[in-house]
């Protein structure tokens, strides 16, 4: 057989792994019941598809023969294990993956078990960033490398950061399942608190940096697709990706050239993604339509009244402040009352805003954002010397270097 | 799965060491404990005495060294524990929420290492391993 052009074969190859690495995954991991296994063995199937393919020729079904391939490279695996007279569940399980007929070119139906593993991968017993990692690496098909460089840590720290939390989940018993209706909606939380961590790391990186960074904010967008797809009831889901869809949207005029970054007050509004606020204000409406009100899709109702005015001054201000009353008797916090407070000013006018942030002081006393809103009140007062104070004070907060040029810049200007 | 599920909390924060409040805290235990080994699922409990009572053993170069008091100064001591045989770390979670203890101090779970060869596990959802 002549051989097939080392373009075709790759080709084919990272098609097949782009789109099917988590699926298989998944599978593998609820055949094997062995997190780290099924990782080795996928990956040394795709080792064997580049070996094999360019002589073989691309099999009908490349998901099918990888997954074939890993299945069977896990059997010779354990057998090899050491001990392994003496393991029952796994003479069990390699018991099982023996037992069945199997041919690795035939278009075998291979389980989505897809939800399981985003469930296992965000349980709350892992720790958060470990749960980030584990997720982009199982669900995204992330290489380790590109998350290490993603999250600006070293690879081999965060080789070890996954290793860890595979450990974890075969050490603590950490269940391979979806949760069942009375865990629910707190594992749910924990996955989408998972993803838009995903999404704020992605979205909070500077525009320099960046250009290096895998887009962690399409990643998270794709992930929650991915969970809306397979959980179509959880309406949290649909609002957290109407959200991100929303955000990421606006996302082309939150900087400028110089990497300042522009408040949205005086973002270029024909800059946003016009496509992306159609696509999440659907979602959108179709997950409120469902009457099941969570606080990703209140969020997602504020972005979205944003990304739809004409201007700052003409928003919907009074809509706006109504929703983050709605959110705030939800999920109590300073930080919604502040936005609250800021819509508020919109309203009623700057004097109005600067006394009910004054209530803030005390919660927020370290957190930027209030006190560059509370320097805006006052430079919307005229009330110079403070709003000045008011600015400095914000420029200690940040270390974002987008964020320090805007105020750097404001201070210069009202010192001007 | 076997699991530690370790019961700390405070000991001046007991809601009360007698009294109607202590008695229905103590049939709470009893009730949970009952349920606990009905289900066949307790390999062993146990309270234990206050920290007043203990003494901390060091073995330094050949030689034993006994001190008063527990061996690390935390604010909260262990109080008893659960050695319990559950599917996987959910259902661990599940009771240990359930321990009267839980509402005052605080519940740790520790997975027990299993040195021999594992048994199989009462099935249901299946944990990886890694």
């Known amino acids: 057989m002549n051989s097939l052009p080392a373009a075709k074969v790759n080709a084919a190859i990272d098609l097949v792994v782009r789109e099917s690495w988590s699926q298989t995954l998944s599978a593998l991991v609820y055949r094997i019941r062995d997190f780290q296994l099924s990782e080795d063995v996928l990956q040394d199937a795709i080792l064997s598809a580049w070996k094999s393919w360019p002589n073989k020729g691309i099999p009908n079904s490349p998901q099918s023969w990888l997954y074939q391939t890993a299945l069977r490279k896990a059997i010779d695996q354990i057998r090899r294990r050491e001990n392994f007279e003496s393991k029952r569940p796994q003479i069990e399980i390699l018991h099982e993956l023996e037992s069945e007929k199997r041919n690795e070119d035939s278009d075998t139906e291979i389980p989505d078990e897809r939800l399981r593993l985003i469930f296992t991968c965000c349980h709350p017993a892992i720790e958060k960033r470990s749960s980030v990692a584990l997720t982009l690496r199982a669900v995204c098909g992330l290489t380790t490398k590109e998350i290490a460089r993603a999250f600006l840590d070293q690879e081999s720290t965060l080789g070890q950061r996954l290793t860890r939390a595979k450990r974890k989940i075969r050490d603590a018993g950490i269940p391979y399942r979806v949760p069942p209706p009375e865990l629910w909606e707190e594992r749910l939380e924990s996955v989408l608190s998972v993803i838009y961590f995903i999404f704020n790391e992605g979205y909070q990186a500077s525009s320099g940096e960046a250009l290096l960074r895998v887009d962690l904010c399409e990643e998270a967008i794709r992930l929650a697709r991915i969970l809306t797809q397979l959980a179509p009831t959880a309406t949290e889901a649909s609002g957290l990706l109407a959200l991100m869809l929303l955000h990421h949207a606006r996302h082309a005029s939150r900087i400028d050239e110089n990497g300042e970054f522009i408040p949205l007050e005086y973002q270029d509004r024909s800059l946003w993604n016009r496509a992306e606020i159609e696509e999440g204000d659907a979602i959108l409406k179709s997950s409120l339509s469902k009457k099941s009100v969570g606080p990703y899709q209140i969020q997602a109702a504020i972005s979205a009244l944003h990304a739809k005015a004409t201007d700052w001054e003409s928003t919907d201000w009074i809509q706006i402040e109504r929703l983050y009353e709605t959110l705030h008797r939800l999920q109590s916090s300073p930080v919604v009352r502040l936005n609250q407070y800021i819509a508020i000013s919109m309203i009623d006018g700057p004097q109005a805003g600067l006394t009910l942030l004054a209530q803030l002081a005390e919660p927020l006393t370290s957190y930027q954002p209030y006190h560059a809103a509370k320097a805006d009140l006052r430079r919307r007062l005229s009330q110079i010397p403070e709003a000045l104070a008011s600015y400095q004070t914000a420029l200690k907060l940040t270390s974002n270097q987008a964020e320090q040029k805007f105020l750097q810049h404001r201070i210069h200007t009202l010192e001007g | ?130």
Not at chain 2, 45 to 62: A, D, M, W, Y
Not at chain 2, 63 to 69: C, I, R
Not at chain 2, 87 to 112: F, N, Q
């Open chain 2, 1 to 130: 799965m076997e699991y530690l599920l370790l019961i700390y909390g405070e000991e001046s924060k007991v809601p009360a060491r007698e009294g109607p409040e202590h008695e229905k805290i103590f049939a709470e235990y009893i009730a949970f404990t009952a349920e606990v080994r009905e289900k066949g699922i307790a390999l062993g409990l146990n309270p234990l005495e206050p920290v007043s009572s203990t003494k901390t053993v060091r073995v330094r170069n050949g030689s034993a060294e006994t001190t008063d008091g527990p061996f690390a100064e935390t604010k909260e001591q262990l109080a008893g524990y659960y050695h319990l045989e559950c599917k996987d770390l959910d259902e661990a979670i599940a009771y240990a929420a359930r321990i009267p203890g839980a509402r005052w101090g605080s519940i740790e779970i520790r997975p027990i290492r299993t040195l021999n060869p594992p048994t199989v596990g009462r099935g249901g959802d299946p944990a990886p391993s890694a």
